[in-house]
Structures are given as structure tokens and as C-alpha cells.
């Protein structure tokens, strides 16, 4: 067990519809990373924030967008919801920024299937 | 840009056979390098990591050595289980602007099966 969690585990849903994924960082992390795994094109990085704040983007559609709150819990909610969008989608945490570990803790993941 | 090449699967093993899963890199900087082990059906594991040249990272039997002359960090086992099958991930982050860690960058996966 990570110390990640994220709910909920499945979602299943129609095209055109939103969704929002919810994660919980580990104890004392402010970091938290969303990720996106698809056949097709892997292990993607979306976004990242730090206490509370957008510290980089990847790969994020303009429909998906991101935030965390003040209790450092993270959501990404998907509109618009396309085919291709079903996909696993993990949040992960990291330790303090300006510490040295540059780990990061993996949740079980969403799986979004969108029909 | 940073990316991760590994060799791709499947690959198939039976027990108590010797694992190699390459993987090299290409990054702008001095990146730590990660394996990450995916369970069918679950999430992904830290396996084990090295932050810098020649740091050999293990866990649970399996090693790699960051190779900073090759840019390579490939996994070794030398006797695998059933319990091994898994998908494989080797990945890279570089240190953030602040401290921390950036975005991770996966390679394909490399999906493991070994048979009793």
C-alpha cells in the first residue's frame, strides 16, 4: 500500500459526459502528478501540483483540468467525454519540494470507460 | 526532449531463469532512473531506483546499475518466479527547479511472463 489513495476505482460513463477522479496524497506529501495509461500511448503525464498550485502541464486536453485544494487532495475532472478518452489514470505524490527524494508513490488508479 | 526506449515484450521465461529487460535513456541533465513494476490489475510499484552514476539499485532480487557512459539502467534477476509476471516500466525524472522531482517519463513497458 502506497499511502495514495484515489476513488473511484471504475467509472464507467457516456460520451459528452464529465467525470471527476479524486485523489488523496500520502501523509506530508505536496506534490501530487496526474497520469494517464492507454494502449496506445503508455504512461502519459497530464499535470502536476504543488501545494495547491499548477507546477508544470503535459499532455493535458483543454478538456481536462486539474486542481488541488487546501487539504492537498487532488481532482481531475474530464468533460467532453470522448471514446478515447478510456484509459486508467493515476495520481501519484511526491515528498516536499527541496527535499532530495524524488520518488513518487503510485495510486491503484481510475479506470474510466467511457461507451 | 528526455525519453525512455526498453526493450519490448512479451517476454516469456520459466522458472529460475536469468531476467534482463534493457532499457537506455536520453535526457538533457543528470536524471534519477526508476523501475516500476505493474501487477495485473493493479497500480505501479516502485521496484527500485538510482540517482546517480554507478548507484546499483535491488529489490526483492532484482537489480540495475545507472550507467551514465551507456545511458542504460537495465534490469536483472537471477531467477525469476511466477510471482515476477508483471509489466515493467522503466522510467526517468530529473531534479525539479526547487528540489523534488519533475514528471516521470515511462518507457513502453515490457510485459513478463514466467511459467512454472
Known amino acids: 500500500d502506497s499511502g495514495v489513495t484515489q476513488t473511484p476505482k471504475h467509472l464507467i460513463t457516456a460520451t459528452g459526459q464529465r467525470v471527476t477522479l479524486r485523489c488523496s496524497p500520502r501523509s506530508g506529501d505536496l506534490s501530487v502528478y496526474w497520469y494517464q495509461q492507454s494502449l496506445d500511448q503508455g504512461l502519459q503525464f497530464l499535470i502536476q501540483?504543488?501545494?495547491?498550485?499548477?507546477?508544470a502541464k503535459g499532455n493535458i486536453l483543454e478538456r481536462f483540468s486539474a486542481q488541488q485544494f487546501p487539504d492537498l487532495h487532488s481532482e481531475l475532472n474530464l468533460s467532453s467525454l470522448e471514446l478515447g478518452d478510456s484509459a486508467l489514470y493515476f495520481c501519484?505524490?511526491?515528498?516536499?519540494?527541496?527535499?532530495?527524494?524524488?520518488?513518487?508513490?503510485f495510486g491503484p488508479g481510475t479506470r474510466l470507460t467511457v461507451t | 526532449g528526455n525519453s525512455v526506449t526498453q526493450m519490448e515484450g512479451p517476454v516469456t521465461l520459466s522458472e529460475e531463469a536469468f531476467l534482463t529487460i534493457n532499457c537506455t535513456y536520453t535526457a538533457t541533465g543528470y536524471p534519477s532512473l526508476f523501475w516500476y513494476v505493474q501487477y495485473p490489475g493493479e497500480g505501479l510499484q516502485l521496484l527500485l531506483k538510482?540517482?546517480?552514476?554507478?548507484d546499483k539499485g535491488s529489490n526483492k532480487g532484482f537489480e540495475a546499475t545507472y550507467r551514465k557512459e551507456t545511458t542504460s539502467f537495465h534490469l536483472e534477476k537471477g531467477s525469476v518466479q511466477v510471482s515476477d509476471s508483471a509489466v515493467y516500466f522503466c522510467?526517468?525524472?530529473?531534479?525539479?527547479?526547487?528540489?523534488?522531482?519533475?514528471?516521470?517519463?515511462f518507457g513502453k513497458g515490457t510485459k513478463l511472463t514466467v511459467n512454472p
Open positions: 501519484a505524490s511526491s515528498p516536499l519540494l527541496g527535499g532530495r527524494s524524488y520518488e513518487q508513490y
Open positions: 501540483y504543488y501545494n495547491g498550485e499548477e507546477r
Open positions: 538510482a540517482t546517480k552514476a554507478d
Open positions: 522510467a526517468l525524472t530529473l531534479p525539479g527547479s526547487q528540489g523534488g522531482s519533475e514528471k516521470l517519463v
